[in-house]
T-cell receptor, first 118, second 114 residues
Framework: GAVVSQHPSWVICKSGTSVKIECRSL??????MFWYRQFPKQSLMLMAT?????????EQGVEKDKFLINHASLTLSTLTVTSAHPEDSSFYIC??????????????FGPGTRLTVL | AQTVTQSQPEMSVQEAETVTLSCTYD???????LFWYKQPPSRQMILVIR??????QNATENRFSVNFQKAAKSFSLKISDSQLGDTAMYFC???????????FGEGTQLTVNP
């Protein structure tokens, strides 16, 4: 099946610093990628939709200046958490849309990134 | 707006037995896609099963099957011959257009006991 990677898998940073998370589709091209946030024992909350070559679309309540998303190529999208604070500590998951022998698009999920802000 | 509701926060089952997880949803679309995802302790999201709303036949994948009731907007997951490796959080999800955003339910934590 299709593989989506995320890097880093776990990051600890100091309050006030910025952290970049990469999401890559390894064996397919993804015109659309999604970024989710998940708190412990809760569901996935969509943060933004990332389309290659255009600005990301953010969900209501998500600060676009704090969570910068760049989708520079068909295989890479990045999420930068700027001036991170402890409340930004969470599990961030990306997904990439592609086709793997199917006639319809499917979302493939990355393994997630655990962010801890001290 | 689309909504997905899972009313069972936690469930448990004995190994080798059968368990059914419930999911209801609401959408104004006539065609859409429904999914069950599994999230084990590793937190990697794994697709369990997929159902196209225009198909009347219930989807099956080995030990996993669904009961799709379109009129009732119900989409339950049945796991037969439960295995210890089935222990995970299970999410029901709705997608109105292939490759578009997913709307997730709150999740059901399933524990399979030996």
């Amino acid at each position: 099946g299709a593989v989506v990677s995320q890097h880093p898998s776990w990051v600890i940073c100091k309050s006030g610093t910025s952290v970049k998370i990469e999401c890559r589709s390894l064996d397919f091209q993804a015109t659309t990628m999604f970024w989710y946030r998940q708190f412990p024992k809760q569901s996935l909350m969509l943060m933004a939709t990332s389309n290659e070559g255009s600005k990301a679309t953010y969900e209501q309540g998500v600060e676009k200046d704090k969570f910068l998303i760049n989708h520079a190529s068909l295989t890479l999208s990045t999420l930068t958490v700027t001036s991170a604070h402890p409340e930004d500590s969470s599990f961030y998951i990306c997904s990439a849309v592609g086709r793997q022998g199917r006639s319809v698009d499917e979302q493939f999920f990355g393994p997630g990134t655990r962010l801890t802000v001290l | 707006a689309q909504t997905v509701t899972q009313s069972q926060p936690e469930m448990s089952v004995q190994e080798a037995e059968t368990v059914t997880l419930s999911c209801t949803y609401d959408t104004s679309e006539s065609n859409y896609y429904l999914f069950w995802y599994k999230q084990p302790p590793s937190r990697q999201m794994i697709l369990v099963i997929r159902q196209e709303a225009y198909k009347q036949q219930n989807a099956t994948e080995n030990r996993f099957s669904v009961n799709f009731q379109k009129a009732a907007k119900s989409f339950s997951l049945k796991i037969s011959d439960s295995q210890l490796g089935d222990t995970a959080m299970y999410f029901c999800a709705l997608e109105w257009l292939s490759g578009s955003r997913l709307t997730f339910g709150e999740g059901t934590q399933l524990t399979v006991n030996p």
